[in-house]
């Protein structure tokens, strides 16, 4: 079992950049798929972006794609979003996920089995 925890979220202007961290706790960091989803007001939760566990690939939303980075480190139980370009639309609850048995990142919920309790990230204009 891992729990995560994320942290780095806030409130920032359009434009600006901000890095999301997840801390997992245990000894089996390096086995799981990471990712991280988000969820704004009034819509379903989404796939931003995810990355394999030794780091071979990653993955992202369109949404994001070109302005984010993701990148982790199976020594410090971590893993990060880099997200720059903020746009007001980037609005949203980001939740770091694990996943034990995809060997590949999956943008579907379903596929990950620990959830962090997520931060808040909101975009001014």
């Known amino acids: 079992q891992v729990q995560l925890v994320e942290s780095g979220g806030g409130l920032v202007q359009a434009g600006d950049s901000l890095r999301l961290s997840c801390a997992a706790s245990g000894r089996t960091f390096s086995t799981y798929t990471m990712a991280w989803f988000r969820q704004a007001p009034g819509k379903e939760r989404e796939f931003v972006a995810g990355i394999t566990k030794r780091s071979d690939s990653t993955y992202f939303a369109d949404s994001v794609k070109g302005r984010s980075t993701i990148s982790r480190d199976n020594a410090k139980n971590t893993v990060w979003l880099q997200m720059n370009s903020l746009k007001p639309e980037d609005t949203a609850v980001y939740y770091c996920?694990?996943?034990?048995?995809?060997?590949?990142?999956?943008?579907?919920?379903?596929?990950?089995?620990?959830w962090g309790q997520g931060t808040q990230v909101t975009v001014s204009s």
């Open positions: 996920a694990a996943s034990r048995w995809a060997s590949l990142v999956s943008s579907t919920g379903n596929s990950y089995d620990y």
